[in-house]
């Protein structure tokens, strides 16, 4: 099997890391003319990545010239390298990476800055690592920390130091990256990782997060036990989180409460992202559920196991409820939200409404349908299960797995989410352990007069 080694060189000046030396060497790296070596992304859902500069392509001939196309699959940004000639035999890549500063005016975005923090640097690799698409084989991934303060890590979501792995480059551009003045908690493989120390107990959210893994765990029936956790100071006014393969990314600030039952949903919302997933291909077309399944189970299974009360549960369901029904662009189709949802942040939340109240009322119509039997907990292990066999997942599956293990057909309840149609919540719905009612409401920005609906304990 083909292997190939990458090598990630940080250099720190001024007490901060200024440049990042990569190197990829190949074994073995066939490519004709005119087709595609590798590629770099430039931007994702708006958030611009560390261009590659300084870049030398050289196999066993000498240097490899190439060609620079671009393309823009919605909503990325691709630079590709295509080879003006046949590459032969072993093929080394290098080139450089600047990390950039965290963002200090407006919203946060998604933690996808390859950025700067505290005398280190974090982010995503896809940020900062280039794909070659074609190739797949034995991957190594190598620090050099010699240009770095002594006590310096290199820390990456499939393990602290060195990792290696089977499979595609892209793996290791779905994981989150952390190097410089490392601190962390850690129990076996999973982590909980920082470079800025933050005024509040760490070691208490390292703690929930932990057991909030084993339960999520069980639920989804998973046995592997890499996860880890990356948290960055960010200097804007509000903070949020990103997940990638077995782990995420959240933020804290200055500005607002830090503990355990501020962020506990917030961390089990990005937490849930690791299993449920279909097919969103168009970009948008399956949003609702990715983020219904994160925004459902991040309230659900806490309460089941007793991390949450039901009162804190209610106040999360309450939240939800008074973002949706009052949002100005809950009219909008799932396709139609997608297309703005980088430029207009209230489009961008309907996903986690919709998809988390469609679930909810899902999960109450299989209930009652099989009298207690079955719920969308079995919709969703169900989907989870084939898409580990090899299944192309689609609305299609979950449309058929209600069908087949609930008996009932939701397909007109999905268009009418799909296309932003008014739906009410299932008084049955989180487990009928709470009571709803309408209430008049304002929308958000435009004050007109809108439905919406108040919760209460049963």
Request: hydrophobic letters at 35%; charged letters at 25%; one cysteine or more.
């Amino acid at each position: 099997m083909s292997a190939c080694s990458i090598t990630l060189t940080p250099f720190a000046e001024a007490d901060e890391i200024s440049r990042v030396e990569i190197a990829y060497q190949f074994d073995e790296l066939n490519i004709p003319t005119g087709q595609e070596i590798f590629r770099a992304q430039l931007n994702t859902v708006s958030v611009p990545g560390a261009e590659p500069m300084d870049i030398s392509v050289r196999d066993e001939a000498g240097e490899v010239p190439f060609t620079l196309r671009e393309t823009n699959p919605y909503p990325i940004l691709y630079r590709h390298f295509d080879a003006a000639r046949d590459t032969q035999g072993a093929v080394v890549i290098r080139y450089t990476v600047q990390p950039c500063e965290r963002l200090s005016q407006g919203r946060h975005g998604p933690y996808f800055q390859f950025a700067k923090e505290n005398g280190g640097v974090s982010g995503p690799g896809l940020a900062f690592l280039v794909d070659a698409p074609s190739w797949q084989g034995d991957v190594s991934l190598h620090w050099d920390l010699s240009h770095l303060p002594a006590g310096s890590k290199g820390v990456c979501t499939w393990g602290e130091g060195d990792v290696s792995y089977q499979g595609e480059l892209d793996h290791l551009r779905q994981a989150y990256f952390a190097f410089g003045p490392v601190r962390s908690v850690t129990e076996g493989e999973f982590g909980f990782y920082w470079l800025t120390e933050p005024p509040f107990d760490v070691n208490e959210l390292a703690v929930f997060t932990r057991n909030l893994f084993g339960v999520m765990q069980r639920f989804f029936r998973d046995s592997q036990p890499v996860y880890r956790i990356f948290m960055r100071h960010d200097l804007t006014e509000s903070s949020g989180g990103t997940a990638l393969e077995r782990s995420y990314m959240f933020g804290w600030n200055s500005r607002q409460t830090v503990t355990v039952a501020e962020k506990q949903n917030l961390l089990a919302h990005e937490m849930v992202h690791n299993w449920p997933h279909l097919n969103d291909n168009p970009y948008g077309v399956t949003t609702w559920y990715a983020e219904g399944t994160a925004e459902y189970y991040s309230i659900m299974i806490p309460l089941r196991n007793g991390l949450i009360t039901k009162e804190q549960a209610l106040s999360e369901i309450q939240k939800r409820t008074d973002a949706y029904y009052t949002n100005p662009t809950r009219h909008l189709s799932n396709l139609e939200a997608a297309k703005i949802c980088w430029q207009d942040r209230r489009a961008q939340r309907l996903s986690y409404g919709r998809g988390v109240f469609f679930l909810a009322n899902t999960d109450a119509k299989i209930r009652r349908a099989t009298k207690g039997k079955a719920s969308v907990d079995d919709v969703v292990l169900d989907i989870l299960e084939q898409g580990r066999n090899g299944a192309t997942l689609g609305n299609e599956v979950f449309l058929e797995a209600v069908k087949r293990i609930g008996g009932i057909d939701v397909s007109g309840d999905w268009r009418a989410m799909h296309e932003g149609e008014d739906f009410a919540p299932d008084p049955d719905s989180f487990g009928s352990l709470f009571t709803v009612s309408e209430e008049k409401a304002r929308e958000a920005d435009t004050g007109k007069e809108t439905l919406s609906y108040r919760w209460a304990l049963r």
